[in-house]
């Protein structure tokens, strides 16, 4: 399911450059790494440093890869690709590949939120209530975020879909420990 989690990733924080070339920069060696590793299930990706990671792949097999999936490019970040997530099994791997890419996890407040447009965000809930994960969305001034709140819709969050590295994982396991 890798290449649905390498979907999800690409709707959240990768950036698609051309038909042939898709990129994520971060400051995040954990994460560059991962994203690494799903690009190499289609080719050879390459890893620069500077001040930030920047992982890239620049190979033909890559818009193969956007049409196996019916999915033309450039790629319509707003519009997830519902109508492919036809299973539990591709809607878990999509999901943990976005929310790895796109989400912030709060201790305190025992929550984890991702911020974007309300279209996005309402079928991310909806991929959500499919997998029993219930969700909000708020609007804040300008901008919309997705709360995943309380101990026990994380712990629902951990057991259903959980995230693809160590430090996220390691903070979610702090709010379910959380007295």
């Known amino acids: 399911m890798a290449k649905f989690e390498l979907l999800g990733f690409l709707h959240a924080g990768g950036s698609i450059k051309s038909k042939k070339k898709v990129e994520l920069q971060t400051k995040k ?20 440093k500077n001040t930030k990671i920047i992982v890239s792949l620049k190979d033909k097999k890559l818009n193969d890869f956007f049409e196996d999936f019916g999915i033309s490019l450039p790629l319509n970040k707003n519009n997830l690709p519902i109508k492919i997530l036809d299973s539990s099994k591709k809607r878990i791997s999509f999901l943990r590949g976005f929310f790895e890419g796109k989400s912030s996890i709060s201790v305190k407040k025992k929550i984890i939120k991702i911020s974007g447009k309300k279209e996005q965000l309402e079928q991310i809930k909806k991929l959500l209530e499919l997998e029993e994960v219930d969700a909000r969305i708020y609007k804040n001034k300008k901008y919309f975020s997705l709360y995943i709140e309380g ?5 629902v969050f951990r057991n259903k879909i959980g995230f693809l ?3 996220k994982n390691k903070k979610l396991e702090k709010i379910l420990s959380a007295i």
């Open 151 to 155: 101990k026990m819709k994380c712990f």
């Open 165 to 167: 590295s160590k430090e």
């Open 29 to 48: 060696p954990e994460l560059a790494s991962l994203f690494f590793e799903l690009l190499s299930e289609i080719g050879k990706p390459e890893i620069k």
